[in-house]
């Protein structure tokens, strides 16, 4: 009894003498692990979303990016932890919350049109087992219209280009009409005019008092894109405001010996392109 | 032949089956588990064998009630083992349906040799039989199997109709259902439940084989069909309707075609006949996914392509110096540009009703708007030799085949682009001029 007693109330200090908790931050993280078949994704996650902020969550492949998402929203057991969304869980709180996953998850030559695809948003509002009916095909449109896919309405999801298909999942989280927003690399495999297009949409989200947390890999447009990162490597590295966290050492812990190499890499091709 | 109450009866068991499975077959082949069907009709064997073994009865409530939980059993169990052994779904599917129906077998054998479980009726089902074990309902003389079907197609298609938004989701994204509220989970195990009803049912005026060709090829042809799921569905129906009324005219007349007047053969064998027959002819018929549309597709295309490179052909010859002495006929063009005789004819043709291409005797020359056309590819051509030189430094003599590519794809913007990205817009590396560009 008393190992275990003395271990549990030393985890109960802990946890007072720990970071104290903002009372309705749009996203607080406490003491989170998430295990895949016994073998550790996310270590002791802690953190908390500053409000009305674009953030962007930053680390190398396997960092645990997208897990961290997921298991924010129920979809990935955790192992510990407890997850507030404007200070209750998840589960009370769905309307709250947006989720836009990675465009790959789905199967695109699924029979269904841009517009059904939209509509979907709206099926937490519409509730179990009811028709979607006109006004919210209404809503799907003028989300469509914010995202400059109004003429494909009725298309075939893969007649679409991967441009197009990420604005349409951007469309379905809008007409969530959520105040928190977690996107999963909306930017990968988009053209220049979409990744514009993405970046004001997110800046008008943001006007409007929406909070945004968006995993990104390009390093180079962090800077100009996010107001707050937050470093991962399976562990949070640092998380703050771009500025003071968005430094090359903190980039040096986050991406270890593989960033270094890619700056191998990189200064070698100058050198060539030089010569 | 003879027509009797017995052969409307047939059919009507016949729609009733193949609808029913035809409207869960749909979600299964867009939830990519059009195995799962295969699996849950022969996991269901120990359900129904401990089911008679409790009750002493073949009553179709307890069956039912047998055949759904192990239905459930064997999606639990899969997802399981799938989980915790690391390996992959269909494989851990494949280890939890053989294993449940050898468990039922002995089960059988061991405990349960009063039941009169014959092989050839569960795999081939008894449709013919059905029919003549009848029940009074309202007056009137109804088959009990009918009856049974009848509950199973009204309960898929309350299911299928109240649920349709849900199904939608959760087979498309299930994470996003999941976070919306609408776990896919349980709306993965009311249709894994329905389905092993269904498949009950259905396994003694069917049997076994026809219950997974009607989960399955009705939906998969429909998926080829069309782009909306509402007329997916609508169309599987339709396709199991026909199956089922085919399927039995066929049986009873097929044999008389081939000689033996005075027999018939098995109604459920000649519906999954029909349903192949179906099949085929959606794969190579269906109008945009179907085999014959995709390679018109593709010979459309490839003659596009063809006629612009006749242009270009013709219009390099008339920059020769010595162009008016040479004559250029279809063969040279075959030759030159190394395509078939007759897919040169009919690109020759097109261009001569265009009017992109005049003929002299047996030779062809181009005329002014296949000059102007010639001009534009000719000149993406080389300003696309010249970018590849300059930008990707590949050897003067690599770069044609892959300008010869892109010459069809450039528009006068994307030439306008290569102008300003590359030094001499005016001479390609081979040291041609390449022509301006039209105004």
């Not at chain 1, 979607?132 to 280009?161: K, P």
């Amino acid at each position: 009894m008393a190992i275990t007693g003395i271990l549990s109330r030393e985890r109960a200090e802990d946890r007072t003498l720990g970071t104290e908790h903002p009372e309705n931050a749009p996203l607080s993280i406490d003491d989170m692990t998430v295990a895949y078949h016994h073998k550790p994704v996310l270590w002791d996650i802690e953190y908390d979303a500053p409000e009305k902020k674009l953030i962007g969550i930053i680390g190398p492949n396997g960092a645990g990016k997208s897990t961290l998402i997921k298991s924010v929203l129920d979809l990935v057991p955790r192992a510990s932890g407890r997850v507030l969304i404007y200070g209750h869980p998840y589960a009370q709180q769905r309307h709250l919350v947006g989720y836009v996953p990675q465009r790959e998850s789905v199967d695109w030559d699924f029979p269904v049109t841009a517009l059904d695809v939209v509509t979907m948003g709206r099926y937490a509002k519409i509730g179990w087992c009811r028709p979607v009916t006109r006004t919210h095909r209404e809503a799907a449109r003028n989300a469509m219209d914010r995202v400059g896919m109004a003429d494909y309405a009725s298309r075939q999801i893969s007649q679409l280009s991967g441009g197009q298909q990420q604005r349409i999942f951007l469309a379905r989280a809008l007409v969530q009409d959520a105040q928190l927003y977690f996107m999963d690399e909306p930017f990968s495999g988009v053209d220049a005019a979409t990744e514009k297009a993405i970046i004001t949409l997110l800046q008008d989200l943001l006007a409007n008092g929406k909070t945004v947390l968006c995993v990104h890999h390009d390093l180079q447009t962090v800077p100009e894109y996010f107001d707050e990162v937050v470093l991962l490597n399976m562990r949070i590295v640092a998380a703050g405001p771009t500025r003071d966290v968005f430094t090359p050492e903190m980039l040096q812990k986050t991406y270890g010996g593989k960033l270094t190499l890619l700056d191998e890499a990189g200064h070698a091709l100058a050198r060539a392109r030089r010569r | 032949m003879d027509w009797t109450v017995l052969d409307t009866w047939i059919i009507v068991s016949g729609i009733l089956a193949a609808v029913s499975c035809a409207l869960l077959g749909n979600f299964l082949i867009l939830r990519k588990m059009s195995m799962m069907g295969d699996a849950i009709s022969h996991a269901v064997l120990p359900g129904l064998a401990v089911a008679f073994l409790i009750t002493g009865s073949r009553a179709s409530m307890t069956m039912f009630l047998g055949a759904a939980i192990v239905g459930v059993l064997t999606a639990v169990f899969t997802q399981w083992i799938s989980h915790f052994g690391q390996v992959e779904e269909s494989a851990s599917m494949g280890v939890v349906f053989t294993s449940l129906f050898a468990i039922g077998l002995i089960i059988i054998v061991r405990g349960a040799n009063a039941v009169d479980l014959d092989p050839g009726c569960v795999l081939y089902g008894a449709i013919e039989l059905a029919p003549l074990n009848t029940v009074q309902l309202g007056g009137a003389e109804i088959p009990r199997s009918a009856l049974a079907l009848g509950a199973v197609l009204l309960i898929n298609t309350l299911f299928v109709v109240f649920f349709f938004k849900e199904l939608r989701i959760s087979a498309f994204d299930p994470e996003l259902a999941t976070t919306l509220g609408f776990s896919a989970r349980l709306m993965h195990y009311m249709l894994m439940t329905l389905v092993a009803v269904t498949t009950v049912a259905c396994f003694e005026s069917v049997g076994s084989i026809l219950v997974i060709a009607m989960l399955i090829v009705p939906g998969a042809a429909a998926h080829l069909l069309t782009d909306r799921l509402i007329t997916m569905v609508l169309i599987s129906v339709a396709i199991a309707v026909v199956c089922a009324v085919g399927g039995h005219l066929l049986a009873i007349t097929g044999p008389g075609w081939i000689g033996f007047s005075d027999m018939s053969t098995n109604t459920a064998g000649m519906m999954a006949v029909v349903a192949g027959a179906l099949f085929t002819l959606a794969l190579f018929g269906a109008p945009r996914y179907g085999l014959v549309s995709r390679w018109l597709h593709l010979w459309t295309l490839r003659i596009s392509i063809l006629r612009e490179d006749i242009l270009g052909v013709l219009y390099r010859v008339e920059e020769h110096p010595d162009a008016s002495n040479v004559e250029v006929s279809s063969v040279l063009l075959g030759n030159a540009i190394g395509a078939g005789a007759l897919d040169i004819r009919v690109a020759v043709c097109q261009l001569l009703r265009g009017g992109q291409l005049k003929r002299q005797g047996t030779h062809f020359r181009i005329t002014g708007s296949g000059r102007e056309k010639a001009r534009g590819l000719v000149r993406a051509h080389r300003l696309w030799e010249n970018y590849l030189v300059e930008h990707l430094h590949l050897a003067a003599d690599h770069i044609h085949p892959t300008a010869e590519q892109l010459e069809h794809i450039t528009d006068t913007a994307m030439q306008d682009q290569l102008v300003q990205d590359t030094r001499q817009p005016d001479r390609d590396p081979h040291g041609r001029d390449i022509p301006p560009a039209l105004d």
